[in-house]
């Protein structure tokens, strides 16, 4: 069981996947704040006592020589899978943007869902709104009924959105009905995520994202009681027969948030790189650094955590 594990512990190893990718902030380079965050990522998950399995991670065996799919980590204990993303939004550190964070998701064996790397139509909503949206229906019928159940006018409905051409329609349709738009550049995860905290401000997420990027985010608004649909949308055969193989059979299946995340004991935490609208980002100052981040666990506590770092000797 998850709850065996101490769930604070695993927020040491997002902080030391932040902390890593945060010296690379704006230097233009993201494949080396990815590279610095999984090494520190997998450093720290090979400390605790757990026997972890990745079912979400960097890619397949020979495309990635870390935190690969199917790769063990831990020094043994209980026996975990875990879905992670060293840098969700590699651009966004590359170029100082906000919204990047490390993230991880942890459930008992059996419980992720192991998505192919596709595309994934989604829809994410809070806990006020999550029995009354479905990713079939129109964007007009999901906006006023997210409109009715926070008891607002569809003016004041806030939708994040990937700003991607492929978006052209939904953007459209959603401006048709009357809501807001914040588009985001990239880091849907934070954004679907951001809808069941209501501090944000954003009450929606529609769009097509990474599959992958998909079970992350269930996995914390599954904790949160909020809801959260997806529908795989390959973007080429390849992708589609990859999909098949792995055992999906009918592609088109409508996937509600138990299919995306089977167990009912998850831990899902996160933690900031660049400020954004659910955590803020690493902060250097003097000899230390202060990290934020948020955990969340299924039974319904949720923790934002700072934390003030020591860092090595300074360089002379």
């Known amino acids: 069981m998850v709850t065996m594990v101490n769930s604070l512990d695993f927020i040491t190893v997002t902080e030391s996947a932040a902390l890593a990718a945060s010296r690379w902030m704006g230097r233009g380079e993201r494949d080396a704040a990815d590279g610095a965050a999984v090494e520190k990522m997998r450093e720290a998950l090979g400390q605790m006592d757990i026997a972890g399995r990745i079912v979400i991670g960097e890619g397949e065996r020979d495309e990635a ?6 790769e063990e980590v831990g020094r043994g204990g209980t026996p975990v899978d875990i879905a992670v993303d060293p840098v969700e939004g590699t651009n966004l550190v590359a170029n100082g943007l906000p919204n990047s964070i490390a993230v991880m998701a ?3 064996r059996g419980g992720l869902l192991h998505a192919p790397d596709s595309y994934m139509k989604k829809l994410a909503v809070g806990p006020k709104a999550a029995p009354y949206v479905h990713l079939d229906a129109s964007v007009r019928e999901n906006l006023e009924a997210v409109a009715n159940a926070l008891d607002k006018p569809i003016s004041d409905v806030c939708v994040v959105i990937l700003d991607r051409p492929r978006h052209a329609d939904l953007i459209r349709e959603v401006r048709e009905a009357g809501a807001r738009i914040k588009l985001i550049s990239d880091g849907d995860v934070d954004a679907c995520i951001a809808t069941a905290i209501e501090s944000t401000g954003i009450h929606v997420a529609m769009g097509t994202g990474g599959a992958p990027e998909g079970v992350l985010a269930a996995a914390a608004i599954k904790c949160l009681g909020g809801n959260f ?7 080429h055969q390849e992708e589609a027969d990859r999909a098949t193989a792995m055992g999906f059979g009918d592609l088109n299946r409508l996937l509600l948030i138990d299919d995306l ?9 996160a933690s900031g790189i660049t400020d954004g609208d659910l ?3 690493v902060r250097f100052f003097g000899n ?11 039974n319904g506590t949720v923790r934002f955590i700072e934390s003030v770092h020591r860092l090595g000797a300074r360089p002379r």
């Not at 230390?288 to 299924?298: F, G, N, Y």
């Open 65 to 70: 020589p870390m935190l690969f799919i199917g």
């Open 106 to 108: 942890i459930a008992e």
């Open 229 to 235: 649909m997806g529908r795989l949308q390959p973007r």
């Open 261 to 269: 995340v089977k167990s009912d004991n998850v831990i899902f935490c």
């Open 279 to 281: 955590v803020r980002g």
């Open 288 to 298: 230390h650094a202060r990290t934020h981040s948020i955990l969340v666990h299924s």
